[in-house]
């Protein structure tokens, strides 16, 4: 099984560390698993763990939430940049934790995954929220 795993942070606050203990157990019991994230977390010392963005474009994705009252609608070059690499059709599972947070477009994210033609389920499809979602895709 692979799965991915999108969130906020890695390592950082209470999501962050959780994702990281997820991922990991999943290396440990023999699964593959990666991670996509927003800021707080040196990649340099991690294999598979992947930066949505750069600081500027979080920052210039919270200015535009603050003008245009266009939160999760920023970030499209990195979303884009960052889905393009990842190549989410090899992932039986892709786990969105926190879609908050200044650094990634949730438009373009539930795009990519709707091409990835694999049944799916989310909280945010179902009320809304951007915040703790887990969306499965069954292989």
């Known amino acids: 099984m692979n799965v991915l795993h999108i969130n906020v942070t890695y390592l950082f606050g209470s999501t962050g560390k959780i994702v990281s203990d ?71 599972v892709i786990h969105l934790h926190n879609l908050h947070g200044y650094y990634l477009h949730v438009g373009i994210l539930f795009k990519f995954l709707s091409q990835v033609n694999k049944p799916s389920f989310g909280h945010f499809m179902i009320v809304g929220r951007i915040q703790d979602i887990v969306l499965v895709i069954k292989a």
């Open 22 to 92: 997820m991922h990991h157990y999943l290396i440990e019991s023999g699964y593959q698993s990666e991670v996509l994230y927003g800021r707080y977390f040196n990649p340099k010392t991690h294999d598979k763990i992947t930066r949505i963005g750069s600081n500027f474009s979080h920052y210039l994705h919270g200015l535009k939430t603050r003008l245009f009252d266009r939160h999760g609608f920023g970030s499209k070059r990195s979303t884009i940049r960052a889905l393009k690499k990842m190549d989410l059709s090899r992932f039986d």
